[in-house]
């Protein structure tokens, strides 16, 4: 189970960090390009999201709720909290005639900047929906409103993840060995890297009928809300903003899925270490690997740095693919 | 040159990160016990502060300039840039007939979270004192006023950072393959693990003269200040509080080093892929398996997190030793 030599860091002409891990581009039928061990089990973790949210398409819930692509944007994200979100969040909620009260996701600050300066300096706490899972989990009170569920939605025996993890298992082509509580007290199930990878691929290529729509409804929403689906300066937000045939998404630990319509096709990536930065220099380069993104891009330059700039802007090294890994 | 599973992250009974490193513990002779590859070159980047500070004291630059203990442990710091490490240096500067625009560490905001939030909200913007390096750089600054040199402290070139490299390979026993320039802008000498070792072990038991005097005052100013080395929170204030026969510092990208005079023991050990919440749970580690830390010291339980609890306070996992690594 040898991990491949991914992302490094370099500084004074000698390799200071190395991240290794496991990707794979994937089609429908299966690993299509592979670096490391594509059965590797891992927790997709928030790159998860837009699986977790097919049963709220699927059942009916999100167009009897009237959920517009914005709102199922935000049930795919991960969001930085900052006011487009918190408030798009709220008025969901208002919607359903519920509250913050009724999220089961925990509170934490918000990452935009904007929004925590706001509360830092008001001497404000932050609620529920500033958690940057609080669209996923509107998402889960919608679906649980169409199914009759208890408050307890977030229990991994509630209706409501129990239709997640048949969505889950049925899109990976596996029986999940398992699941972790995740950050948000959500259960996240497992999976091997190609099941994720071949999950992205049918949603890059779904077939017809209730979850083909599903899949491209849920697709459609983040290719049309980089926005939602993280926050200014974020990873997602701004791949997602300069390679628009592209819905990506990161998840806790060094995840980073893509799904790519255009070409039916599906990246799943995970850094073994669980370095975001690692996650997000690597799917950039397989982005521009396969044409996705143009290697002269600003935003490559953001996320594979060459050179890195310290505190008084001199060059002081760079963060690059390793040999063996596209660059 | 395999790295060896140091550090690992446990979800819903499953590995879900793993971070390989390298660490030996040495004596003045060399390596005691080591994990991985003692002979892997880094840069130690600020876990060798001490030795930078060395000609400081040497020289008898220290001694002209008056400096206390609570300025050499600020020498060997990269503090959070709190208010007392903030007016500490800034008296210093003074002193030296010098001002902040004297510095050449750069601007970056404080990690300290009360300077930060008073900076924040009153829409001040941090100044080269706020650096974490502040203490380092008005320590070259003494350093040059004794040497008279010109302004430009932080070349590689120049006497003080000829008098670091000399200090650095004199006490690594190694002549450094080449440097790196710091976030600091200092150049940052690069030697093998085993040689950082072996210079902590020879700070752990210093002979007599004057390089053995420098060493022991450096070392003796940092375990009476573990406030002025890092900061409230952070893992070399909270752990030399703990274990007050230890001194111990971290170092960007993963490194930290441990002096233990006591046992006339040096720790040092770097994480591949530069993840500093492995560096803390792997130094803490070493700690507990040479009794200088209790297993159920509270300390232990911050660094080396059994139950790792989410935002409700549920627990998820737990981050710990892995197979072959100290537990």
Known sequence: MRSAAMIELWRGGMRESLHCGHAVICDRQGVVEAWGVPGTVIFPRSSAKMIQALPLVESGAADAAGLTDRQLALACASHSGARIHVETVGRWLDGLGLSEADLRCGTHMPQDRDENRRLTCGGESPCQIHNNCSGKHAGFL???????????????????????????????????????????SAPNWACTLEGLGRAMACFAAPGAGRRGQAMRRLTDAMRAHPDLVAGEGRACTRLMRAAPEAALKTGAEAVFVGILPARGLGIALKIADGATRASEAAVTALLVHLGVLQPGDPVVGQFLPDPIRNWRGLATGRLGAAPGFPR
């Open 142 to 184: 919608t679906l649980n409103r169409h199914l009759n569920g208890g408050p307890e939605y977030e229990q991994p025996d509630h209706p409501v993840q129990q239709a997640a993890k048949a969505a889950f298992e049925d899109v990976t082509g596996e029986t999940s060995p398992g699941f972790g509580v995740d950050g948000c």
